[in-house]
């Protein structure tokens, strides 16, 4: 039951996150945009609309103001990330901006307002099985063997198709492949595919401490012998979204 509790909670969160724009990050204090690298210490104070205030205020603004709001920027990962069709855009588009269904059939070309109602329906229906598709995935996950169980990689990482879909024995053996391990790991030959190329970033991710921050020098002296072109390796990590930079490369951090 304990266990239970955990994942909701986390879920719910991870919701949150979304609806906000930007996390919360329990061990370091910071919030962090989930759009760009920008981030804030929960323990300053930033110029905001009329003065000073809090990080979370800052956070807020930040998104409004880069990235016009979570739910612009949310349709902005486009249709690969949200599944939705060019309809059901406009559709939440009217419904966010407050217009009634009237001005909305309006918006989708003359429709009936019996039709908006009825796409309003079938969101809200879309919406309550994408919540039990969750739920089972999350059951499915706990009950599948090693050998079928995915590899997590971030939410937000800009590949979202079969190159992710790869299970732990299978990047165990990519890993195995592709690095030797005398102390700490080592690739003796980057891979060409994409797909192994990912397995490998997020096992070099993992010689970095969540919720610490590091200079760029500290960055360079973990990568440096896991490759010989660590700077490649470096800008993959930030691309691929397994590690997040300051705008000014003052700071790293794995996400």
């Known amino acids: 039951m304990e266990k239970l509790n955990h994942e909701i909670d986390c879920a719910l969160e991870e919701i949150a996150s979304l609806t906000r724009g930007y996390r919360h990050e329990p061990i370091s204090g910071f919030l962090r945009c989930l759009h760009c690298a920008a981030s804030f210490d929960g323990g300053l104070v930033y110029p905001v609309l009329g003065g000073m205030g809090i990080a979370e205020r800052a956070a807020r603004e930040h998104v409004e103001a880069v990235h ?4 612009a920027a949310l349709l902005g990962l486009g249709k690969e990330a949200t599944g939705l069709t060019d309809i059901q855009e406009t559709l939440l588009r009217s419904f966010f901006a407050g217009r009634s269904d009237k001005e909305t059939a309006v918006a989708l070309g003359g429709k009936s307002e019996s039709t908006v109602r009825n796409h309003r329906f079938q969101l809200r229906r879309r919406e309550g099985e994408a919540r039990i598709l969750v739920a089972l995935m999350s059951l499915v996950s706990e009950a599948e063997p090693r050998e079928r169980k995915l590899v997590e990689y971030p939410a ?9 879909d790869v299970t732990e024995d299978e990047a165990a053996a990519i ?7 005398s102390g700490s790991p080592h690739i003796v030959n980057w891979p060409k595919k994409q797909k192994e190329k990912l397995v490998l970033l997020k096992k070099i991710a993992e010689r970095f401490e969540r919720g610490r921050g590091y200079t760029e020098p500290e960055v360079n002296a973990i990568l440096g012998p896991v490759y010989e072109d660590h700077v490649t390796i470096r800008r993959y990590l930030i691309e691929y979204r397994f590690l997040e930079r300051e705008p000014d490369g003052s700071e790293y951090r794995r996400r």
């Not at 937000?156 to 992710?164: A, N, V």
């Open 175 to 181: 890993e195995a492949r592709y690095m030797r391990s």
């Open 68 to 71: 016009g709001g979570a739910f």
């Open 156 to 164: 937000d990482l800009p590949t979202r198709d079969e190159r992710i």
